[in-house]
Every structure is written in C-alpha cells, then in structure tokens.
C-alpha cells in the first residue's frame, strides 16, 4: 500500500478529526477489527465491537474513523479519532480516492470459463518488463477487492483484475472500485444460478462489464460465443475487440493442432500472420490466449513480443493437467471447478486426445446452477449417451442424474457406474486402468472430502 497522510484522507471522507494529527502518516488500512500496527487506519464498521485496548492500540498509533463519538478517555488514550457520518460511504470515499492516485492501467476480466487462465496469461506477459498487481488465483470474490485495490503502490505499472460474478451487481461494484479500461469477456455459459436465478439475470451481470468500463475504454469480447453476441452494445462508445476463429476477427486463430506439450496455432492480426504455441489442452485454452494476446496487444506490446513471452507460460494446475498414473493409464485432471461450460470443455479435450485409447469421464457435482441443476444435469446426459465416451462414473449423490439420463438415452448399462465415494471410486478404477485407458477426472475438487484429492493425488502418482 502506498503511504498516506491523515489531512488528504480527511477531505477525500469529508471526515472531522476529532483530536490527532493530520500530518500522520497512515501505512495500512482495516475495517475489522484485530491487533493494529501502528499507522493504521481502522474504520469502524463493526459498532457492536467496543473501541477498547483489548485491540492492542497504541497511544497515538492508529486512526479509527468511526460514526460514533468517544472521548479520550474512553479510547483509552490509545489512538486518534475520525467523525463521519455515514461509515459505509466514507470507505468507499476512501476507496475511490485511492484508487484515483494511480495513472497504470487496468484491465477486467469476467467469464463463465476460461477468466483465471486468461489472467494468468496476461499477467505472465506484463510481468516480464512491469510490475502488475493481479488478483490470485480464482479468488475473485467482491469482499476482497479493497486488499487488491490497497495493493497497489507507488511502483505498480499495471493491474489485472479477474472479475466474478456470484449475484447481480458483483461486477458493477468491482469496475467502481478498480475502474478498468479494457475489459475482456471470454465466454458465458451456464453458472451461479443459485444467485442470478435465472439465465438472462446471469447474462445481465456479465454484461454489466459495460458499466465497470464506463461505456468507454475498450471491451474484447469472443466472437465465437453465442451468448456474448446476445449483449447490447448500442450503449457502448468505446473499441469492440473481437478474437475467435472467424474472418471478422480482429484477433484470428487457425490451423490449431495439439504438439507434445501443447497446442500450435496461425495467429492473424493486422494483415501479418505469427506462429504461436501455448502449453494446456483444449482448443478453449486458444480462446484464453486470443484474449490475453488483444489486451497486452492494446496496452501497447508488440505481436511478435507477446507469442514469445506466451511460450514460457506454464500451464495452470487442475486445468486439463496431463499424467502417467495407475496401471501406466493416461490421467487428466481437471478439478479446479466444474460448472456446464467447463465440464462441455473437458469431454472435448478427453475425445481430441485419446487416440484410440479407451475413454473414462469420472464426474462430479455441477456447481452453484440453482434451480437449474436438474436441467443441467439432464443436458448434460444426454450429451454423454452422444459423446463416444467409453465409460461414465458419477461421483456423489447430486451427479447421479448425469449417469441415469445416459442410460435413458442408449447409454450401455454396462458402462455407467456409480461411486459415493473415494473408495468406490478407486475400487472401480483399479480394474478399469492401463496403459490403453485415458481418464478424465472433473470436479470441483476444492468443495469435496478431501479423500477425493487424497485419491487423485494416489492415482497420479502411481
């Protein structure tokens, strides 16, 4: 964080320094409360916490900035105090002046699949000459935008910011506090139904990109992706950037082919074709590197420049992640999360690289689809009976569905198998594995028993 002084925080929170000193110097700020170091600046949101020395204050060590009134006494002598009459805006007024401190660009990134890859990407190609503040790995959670904003200092060059949407409004507040200038939008699919409720609730909070970009900057978009082109952009000034597969495309692939350690592609932007490489399976992963290519490309990179920093990118773990495991069989794992876009994405990949060996997909639950779960579940069936794929387990109670529409649906009853839990798993692909198998484990890993991953870990290894 970069250092502050008392006096300009008080004019940005329109706050009334009941006594301490406007010239101290604040070097962190809370809003919960903890043990304090000194230069703190501690709002006071949580009123029923009394402002006592039980939270280790020391005299003249902090500035509390609170709605209510205490006198010296009471604080105990242990810090300075900030009048303000409504807590909650006075934080926002703070957070938008700090973040008004910094000139770098900022660069959003939302999506039903593909964001983290794609921030990844990008980051990995700034990082190479800049100092970039990024968000980590897929927390991108609303309540945690103010310790990504504050993590911005003196020295940052650039920020790239992975932008979630759990509800209406989550991307809207995120483009307030960290006012990008390019958005990306790679995909939208099915996901976080559970807080959207519908579909066209989903779409909207997706398009709310629009407004985190203040209708202006630039917004690059999938041109592939049908649910993208169903955004209004009438409302939008600023550049449309489109990548995908498509002639229109500004940023264009071609010719993509699996290598030993990844995917070769033709690149076409601006008249000049390039040869690129990325590490990762999956022609999606093309479609993350398209994106991060338009935005490093429009924050002034050259082409040639971008493909050669890509090529040291190193694949992220649990996304389509390639071993020799059990039995010599060839294991996928895919576990990070697992909602319908991703899971599509992955049976994809599982068929592109089998070559001839005999396909296992192990599925897990779909996350956060609401009340449209059921739905899911039942599209999903369906598209496994069609799929090819060999041989289906579902994994848990919630998947079950899965597994019983591919039998509806001509599925061999022979090939589709049950497991409710990690042993069963593992009991079933004990004699299921060899060298001639290739096995898809997708799930989201993180919310199972941890037996789960105690398993793959073992399956991996092997």
């Not at 995120?174 to 066209?200: R, Y």
């Not at 059921?374 to 289906?392: C, P, Q, T």
Request: charged letters at 25%; glycine letters at 8%; aromatic letters at 8%.
């Amino acid at each position: 964080m970069k250092t502050l002084v008392l006096g300009d925080i008080l004019k940005a929170i329109e706050g009334e320094l009941i006594f301490g000193d406007e010239k101290f110097i604040i070097k962190s700020v809370k809003k919960r409360p903890k043990v304090f170091k000194k230069g703190t600046l501690y709002f006071h949101f949580h009123k029923r916490h009394p402002i006592t020395s039980e939270f280790n204050l020391n005299k003249q060590s902090i500035v509390i900035v609170s709605e209510q009134t205490f006198d010296d006494e009471e604080l105990g002598n242990t810090g300075m105090l900030v009048k303000v009459e409504n807590i909650k805006e006075s934080y926002e007024k703070f957070l938008d002046y700090y973040r008004s401190l910094f000139n770098i660009p900022v660069v959003g990134i939302t999506g039903t699949a593909g964001k983290t890859t794609t921030k990844e990407m990008l980051t990995h190609i700034l990082s190479i000459d800049r100092k970039v503040q990024s968000t980590k790995r897929s927390l991108n959670a609303v309540a945690l935008n103010d310790q990504y904003l504050l993590g911005i200092d003196d020295e940052t060059e650039a920020a790239v910011i992975e932008m979630g949407v759990s509800y209406p409004g989550n991307l809207r507040n995120t483009g307030k506090i960290f006012k990008p200038q390019i958005g990306i939008i790679t995909n939208i699919g099915i996901a976080h139904l559970e807080g959207c409720k519908t579909f066209e609730a989903y779409l909207q909070a997706k398009a709310e990109m629009l407004q985190a970009l203040s209708y202006g900057g630039k917004l690059i978009l999938n041109a592939d992706d049908d649910n993208i082109k169903l955004i209004d952009l009438s409302s939008f000034q600023g550049d449309v950037i489109y990548f995908g597969q498509g002639a229109a495309c500004h940023y264009r692939a071609c010719n993509i082919q699996y290598c030993d350690r990844g995917l070769e592609f033709q690149l076409h932007c601006e008249d000049d074709t390039y040869s690129a490489f990325i590490s990762g399976l999956g022609y999606h992963n093309v479609y993350n590197a398209l994106a991060a290519i338009a935005a490093a490309h429009s924050l002034g990179i050259e082409i040639q420049v971008i493909l050669n920093r890509l090529r040291s990118f190193k694949h992220l773990e649990r996304h389509n992640t390639i071993y020799t495991g059990l039995h010599e069989a060839t294991i996928i794992d895919d576990t990070w999360n697992s909602n319908p876009t991703s899971a599509y994405a992955a049976l994809k990949v599982l068929k592109e690289i089998a070559n001839g060996k005999r396909t296992i997909a192990i599925l897990g639950k779909l996350q956060r689809l609401g009340k449209q779960e059921e739905a899911e579940y039942v599209k999903m069936g369906e598209y496994l009976a069609m799929s090819g794929i060999d041989i289906l387990i579902t994994v848990e109670k919630e998947a079950e569905l899965m597994g019983q529409v591919a039998l509806e649906k001509g599925m061999d009853i022979s090939n589709v198998l049950f497991a409710y839990s990690a042993e069963e798993v593992e009991k079933i692909l004990s004699y299921l594995l060899n060298k001639n198998t290739i096995a898809l484990f997708k799930m989201s890993l993180d919310k199972m028993n941890p037996s789960y991953r105690k398993l793959l870990q073992k399956i991996c290894k092997e």
